[in-house]
């Protein structure tokens, strides 16, 4: 069965410091990868996804990750976090013999110290 | 630009009632899904939905859940009987289609609060 861990459940980050969110997951085949940010009361939106191809993906907001199919990783990175990326981080598994349903890690609680 | 919708942005209901929660999936989308996250845990998937059947469901999606596209633009979820467990926010999310790998789009969520 498919499974996507997030080892961190918060990290607290300075303000202008690089941030790396780790993200695992578990599954036979290439899966689809995405990670979606989550303000406080607000819905989900994609930061950025990897379907084929180059393993470093750029996504919005700054943001990037990189797919490595031997460590079965896909983590997430910014290279100097702003205090509007104070969020909750979610990594999630999609695969097409699932019907793309999504697979979610419990979530990375970031927080940003001035 | 397109986006999901979601209404209400808050239900309070009493266990035992029916509540229906309602999504419109952004116009050409033709693959729907339901989501649900309890507070401070994962979100979890409910069900997928393509041309008018569930093509997915969880273990979650039980008999007490239904899924409906009742005219073109809207997709509900509807649980029959709640319980308290069932509170949770309720993500609906559309995608284009599956011939290429698609991008889900999320609404804002519906919080749903039994009693």
């Known amino acids: 069965a498919q499974s996507v861990t997030q080892p961190d459940i918060h990290i607290t980050v300075s303000e202008g410091a690089s941030l790396e969110l780790r993200c695992n997951y578990s599954y036979g085949a290439t899966p689809y990868l995405f990670w979606y940010v989550q303000s406080p009361g607000q819905g989900l939106q994609l930061l950025l996804k990897?379907?084929?191809?180059d393993t470093l993906v750029q996504g919005i907001k700054g943001f990037e990750a990189e797919f490595k199919r031997s460590q079965s990783s896909f983590n997430l990175r910014k290279p100097s976090v702003h205090w509007s990326d104070a969020a909750e981080y979610f990594c999630?598994?999609?695969?097409?013999?699932?019907?793309?349903?999504?697979?979610w890690g419990a979530g990375t609680k970031l927080i940003i110290k001035p | 630009e397109p986006e999901v919708t979601q209404t209400p942005s808050h239900q309070v209901t009493q266990m035992g009632q029916e509540v229906i929660l309602r999504c419109v999936p952004i116009s050409n989308h033709l693959y729907f899904y339901w989501y649900r996250q309890i507070l401070g845990q994962k979100v979890e998937f409910l069900v997928s939905f393509y041309n008018n059947e569930i093509s997915e469901k969880s273990e979650i999606f039980d008999d007490q859940f239904s899924v409906e596209r009742p005219d073109g633009s809207n997709f509900t979820l509807k649980i029959r009987s709640t319980k308290l467990e069932d509170s949770a926010m309720y993500f609906c999310?559309?995608?284009?289609?599956?011939?290429?790998?698609?991008?889900?789009?999320f609404g804002p969520g519906t919080r749903l609060t039994v009693l």
């Open positions: 990897y379907f084929s191809g």
């Open positions: 999310a559309s995608s284009e289609g599956q011939v290429a790998p698609g991008e889900q789009f």
């Open positions: 999630a598994v999609g695969a097409r013999d699932s019907n793309y349903q999504l697979i």
